[in-house]
C-alpha cells in the first residue's frame, strides 16, 4: 500500500500474555520510529531504525519490551508478559531521511 | 538531557481570534522542527516543519511558525481560528538520531 501500515489495530490482552505489533513501512523509506501515545500524554519515543545502523533504543521502558526490523523493512515491536500500564495506542512511523514522518493509523493495545 | 515542552494542554479560543500554541527545547547541538496535528479520529499529520533556510515557516491553512535559535523556541500561530482547526498539536523536534515529541496542546474552538 502507499502508506504505512499497522496490525493488529486493536488487541486486547490478558496481564502476562506477550503481544507482538507489526509495522510496515512505506517502500523506499529507510527510518522507523515506534513511538506510544497513552491516554493524555504525548508521543513517547521507543525506538529508531535507521538503515543498517544499530537502532536507538534508548526510549524502550524496560527489558520487557523490544523491537527488530527485518530486511530495512518490516518491523515487530514485542512486549512480553504484558502489565496493564502497557495499555496505549503504539503508532509506527517512518521516513526518508532527514524529515516528515509518515504515520500508521496505530494498535490500540488493551492489557486486562 | 534532549527534552521538548508545550507549556500548554489546553487552550480555549473564540472563532476568529488569534492563537499562539508554544513550543520549547532543550538541545546544544543542531536541530530541525515540526508541527504536527491530529485531528479527531484522525491520525496524525504533518502541519509545517523547519529543517533550515527562512526560520519563518508556513502551513497551506493559514498557520506559521518562528523557530527563534536564541530561546530555542518553534511557537505556531495563525491570526485568525476556524472551528475546522479543533484538533491536537504536537510539537516535535529532530536531535541528532530520534525525533522527540512534546506532550501536545488540545486547542478548542468556541462559536
Known amino acids: 500500500g502507499a502508506g504505512v501500515s499497522q496490525s493488529p489495530s486493536n488487541k486486547v490482552t490478558e496481564k502476562g500474555k506477550d503481544v507482538e505489533l507489526r509495522c510496515d513501512p512505506i517502500s523506499g523509506h529507510t527510518a522507523l520510529y515506534w513511538y506510544r501515545q497513552s491516554l493524555g500524554q504525548g508521543l513517547e519515543f521507543l525506538i529508531y531504525f535507521q538503515g543498517n545502523s544499530a537502532p536507538d533504543k534508548s526510549g524502550l521502558p524496560s527489558d520487557r519490551f523490544s523491537a527488530e526490523r527485518t530486511g530495512g523493512s518490516v518491523s515487530t515491536l514485542t512486549i512480553q508478559r504484558t502489565q496493564q500500564e502497557d495499555s496505549a495506542v503504539y503508532l509506527c512511523?517512518?521516513?526518508?531521511?532527514?524529515?516528515?514522518?509518515?504515520f500508521g493509523e496505530g494498535s490500540r493495545l488493551t492489557v486486562l | 538531557a534532549q527534552s521538548v515542552t508545550q507549556l500548554d494542554s489546553q487552550v480555549p479560543v473564540f472563532e476568529e481570534a488569534p492563537v499562539e500554541l508554544r513550543c520549547n527545547y532543550s538541545?546544544?547541538?543542531?536541530?530541525?522542527l515540526f508541527w504536527y496535528v491530529q485531528y479527531p479520529n484522525q491520525g496524525l499529520q504533518l502541519l509545517l516543519k523547519y529543517l533550515s533556510g527562512s526560520t519563518l515557516v508556513e502551513s497551506i491553512n493559514g498557520f506559521e511558525a518562528e523557530f527563534n535559535k536564541s530561546q530555542t523556541s518553534f511557537h505556531l500561530r495563525k491570526p485568525s481560528v476556524h472551528i475546522s482547526d479543533t484538533a491536537e498539536y504536537f510539537c516535535?523536534?529532530?536531535?541528532?538520531?530520534?525525533?522527540?515529541f512534546g506532550s501536545g496542546t488540545r486547542l478548542s474552538i468556541r462559536p
Open positions: 538541545s546544544s547541538v543542531s536541530v530541525y
Open positions: 516535535a523536534v529532530g536531535f541528532e538520531t530520534k525525533i522527540i
Open positions: 512511523a517512518s521516513s526518508k531521511g532527514v524529515g516528515e514522518l509518515f
